[in-house]
């Protein structure tokens, strides 16, 4: 017989397994770079389908400082590098008065340099050496805090800087390209004094509630604060301000949008629980309530008779819409105060670029929000409403000025479908009312200036006095007869 032939198995060694080339191995890395951690989003660029669009290119770019390696110039014709020079002085100021000293600021930074470079995209931070960014941690910390600590205070002028510096500066501060971990700003606030360092704590907290909100809007939620507060000892049920869990945000852009996205709820007045009786039994559409909205802009909704009011909180999710009790056909949308200045563009659209970063999970809330004011905000007529309400405090310059800004930075975004989902098809029910539109057409056709009040009303009479002479020709005649 013969034999059958010995298959030899070949069995590939560990040596000849992980035996690849050097660029083989470097393929292989990418595939664990820059894994996304969607709970701490790392410092990028802004993503290529905004600043690929010419209209908003401008809202990315810093004018007067650079804070961070990603703008960080060595040029000496650059804008930015001739800030270089202020930024020193910054920095020398804070570590006057921090009460530590510069060197051990330094040391410091040096050994938390790898968590702090873990807060960027590997390839943001490429073409720095440990020692440039450690610098660069160092002066641009420094700097924000002493610039963040004399805005709180209202001590710019303390500075020595021209005004229109200042104001470039302030806009600087907020732009995504422009951040440093706030990972970096703790450690710096830690190595001070205890008492220096509440001190920094609470100009970041005063520094970020004056770039949320207007005056106005800050007056009132100080206002509503110390009443919920006053009333939650009385009634600890009746208002409850439910804020995101406390985690340390990413910077200072992130800081800003926590505090315009907290959310706000109160317990319901049984007011409120008669009205959401009416709006289920008697006001509600008999079709599915899936359709889509037609409202096009807040001159239309006041046609509607829906009325504008300002929010008790400045949180950008204080948006509500309310019916009458017994007006029905009058109704409120609530929106929360805003102020728009020369900062709104750029605040707004790094935020917009901070919620499209691949590793920040989010509801895009603040995207959501400007689309909703694009579907209010059409033209200058809109804007008028809006500051006539006190909603809208216009610093920025003609009405139309805001309703173009608004259309611009609104373009091509995409928002959470379900935001606002209940307001929407509330504003719509309302809308499609036809008994209510009748109601409000009416209103507004005699009762909506005092002379076609009055015209109204002496109709009214004339019919009234009308009918009496009637009554007495028929009536009266038969009674003397007899």
Known sequence: MSQKPEVVEHQISVEDEWNFSKEEERNLRTLEEDLPDMTKPKIRRVTHILRNNESLKRFFEPNFLAIGPLHHSKHPDSILCK???????LAAMFVEGSGTTKEALYHRIKEELKSLKACYGSKEIEKWNDYELAFIFLVDGCALLRFIDCAANDKLKDLVF???LLTFAKLDLF???????????????????LTRAKELNKSIEDFISKNV?????????????????????QNPASVEFQQPQQQQPAHLLALLRKKMIFEVKSAERPVETFQRFLEAYI??????????????????LKERGIRLRMSKTSSIKDVSFSRGILNFCLATLNLPPITVDDSTGPKFMNLIAFEMSYDFANKFEVTSYISFLD???????????????GVLQNELGSD???AELFNTISKNLVPDPEAYSEVKLAIQEHCNCALATCMVQLY???????WSFLAFIGAILGLFFQAIQSYYKVYGKGSATK
């Open 83 to 89: 800030a270089e020079k202020a930024k020193l002085k």
């Open 175 to 193: 732009l995504l390209e422009n951040q440093i971990p706030y990972q970096l700003l703790q450690l710096l606030i830690t190595s001070c004094s």
């Open 162 to 164: 021209k005004t229109d």
């Open 375 to 389: 579907y209010l905000i059409d033209r200058e007529e809109d804007v008028r409403e809006l500051s006539d309400a």
């Open 444 to 450: 507004y056709t005699y009762f909506n200036s005092t």
């Open 283 to 300: 006001f509600r559409e008999r079709k599915p309530r899936r359709y889509g909205h037609s409202f096009r802009n807040i001159k239309e």
């Open 400 to 402: 139309k000025d805001v």
């Open 213 to 233: 909100v207007s005056l106005a809007g800050r007056q009132r939620q100080e206002q509503n604060t110390t009443a919920a507060q006053e009333s939650q000892q």
